[in-house]
């Protein structure tokens, strides 16, 4: 498992805002002054920088020990949880959630791609539950979920207000239970029900083939920890195909580490060439990421990149990087609008916080939040073409490339 303090998460899946303080004890309220005096998860005293006034929080406390009747048979840790959950909820962000031991144990399986649920990545578009985009070979793709699908109802609960965090723990589960998402998908008037029967999620990563009319395609399906050495070796594969002409799809892509997505741009861009800016507001200086210099590429590459709704976070980083630098033409439709970061930060040694600390830029400066990446070529399906299961977007894109 990597060190979750240095770790920046730009995913989904699930994979999840102002400056984290540890809270715990208030030694003596002075409702006047910036500094207070707090102990800490650790059970160590900490200075805190704060103008608030914690005199209701202790209130509230003390009464709940006072009155509630089973307030011995709540441990006070688990409180001092919930109040940290509270204060996470606080900033309204979907993406920043505080994990407590359980939860905590369930992330990092996650991320490991060690886990048994439905296999896709969700989001909060527009105040709703809507899928980025199921993973290849998982139930959920399996059961033609599509990116875009707005998630009415998980079993019984309704998922208007519910996080993602609380969503995704209702849709994970044991090998071979079932679940019923109730899904609202663009073009259907009527909500459809969709029974799932979870199953061991194994994370893909990247497909490569070569065509007869001699364009490489590379599928990438995730930013993953060995997403890396994987494309490593489709360069080597390319390279020997002796072709000129690659498609890259991204579709369905919901992101993954930021690390690999700037290691997958280096290969097409000279050394020092900026893939990303990571703006932290008025927090602190905005950090830049720039190309390693792989750059085996020269002018004479045909480079063509697929992305789709599903494509989120780390696909859009690399695809408009390729873009404002010239380097390749998207086709397909519109991005999901992922332009925020996420860092993994370890508490105590089994609680996380996971906190947006930045949006990030392309090379031009565009925010992609909310708003996604617009393609040089927008081709949209329609239901005839899904009916006869014709890929429009990739019939587009392989034209590019020949022409």
């Not at 809270?23 to 059970?43: C, F, N, P, Q």
């Not at 399986?109 to 993973?135: C, H, Q, R, W, Y």
């Not at 992101?255 to 927090?283: C, H, M, R």
């Amino acid at each position: 498992m990597q060190n979750f303090s240095k770790t920046r998460h730009i995913a989904t899946v699930t994979l999840l805002v102002a400056i984290f303080f540890i809270w715990g004890v208030y030694l003596g309220i002075h409702k006047k002054s910036e500094i207070e005096k707090v102990v800490g998860l650790a059970g160590k005293e900490t200075l805190v920088t704060t103008k608030a006034d914690f005199s209701p929080f202790w209130k509230t406390w003390n009464t709940i020990n006072e009155k509630y009747p089973k307030a011995s048979t709540v441990e006070d840790q688990s409180r001092v949880y919930g109040a940290i959950s509270g204060l996470v909820d606080s900033l309204n962000d979907p993406y920043s959630v505080f994990f407590g031991p359980d939860e905590a144990k369930s992330f990092e399986e996650e991320i490991a791609g060690n886990f048994s649920g439905v296999g896709m990545e969700v989001g909060i578009k527009d105040k709703t539950l809507t899928v980025i985009a199921p993973l290849k070979d998982t139930p959920a793709y399996r059961a033609n979920i599509k990116p875009g699908d707005k998630i009415l109802k998980i079993d019984k609960t309704v998922t208007t207000g519910l996080s993602i965090e609380d969503a995704i723990k209702l849709m994970r589960g044991e090998k071979g239970t079932t679940v019923i998402l109730s899904i609202s998908r663009e073009g259907r008037k009527d909500p459809i029900e969709m029974k799932i029967v979870r199953d061991t999620i194994n994370i893909p990563t990247l497909d490569t083939e070569l065509r007869k009319d001699g364009i490489f395609i590379i599928r990438l399906y995730s930013f993953s920890g060995n997403s890396t050495n994987l494309f490593r070796e489709a360069m080597k594969k390319f390279a020997e195909s002796g072709t000129d002409k690659m498609l890259l799809d991204l579709r369905g892509n919901p992101g993954g580490y930021l690390e690999a997505a700037v290691d997958i741009a280096s290969w097409f861009l000279p050394s020092q060439k900026i893939i990303a800016t990571e703006d932290y507001g008025n927090n602190k200086k905005a950090e830049v990421f720039r190309s390693k210099g792989y750059n085996i590429f020269n002018d004479k590459l045909k480079f063509v990149i697929l992305i789709d709704g599903g494509s989120a976070s780390a696909s859009e980083i690399v695809a408009g990087a390729m873009r404002d630098h010239g380097r390749a033409k998207l086709v397909g439709s519109q991005s999901f609008g992922k332009g925020s970061v996420q860092e993994a930060i370890k508490i105590t040694p089994d609680t996380l916080l996971k906190i947006t600390v930045a949006k990030w830029l392309t090379p031009n400066g565009t925010s992609i939040s909310e708003k996604g990446l617009t393609p040089d070529y927008v081709v949209e399906f329609t239901p005839k073409n899904i009916n006869d299961k014709k890929d429009v977007q990739l019939e587009k894109a392989v034209e590019v490339l020949l022409q």
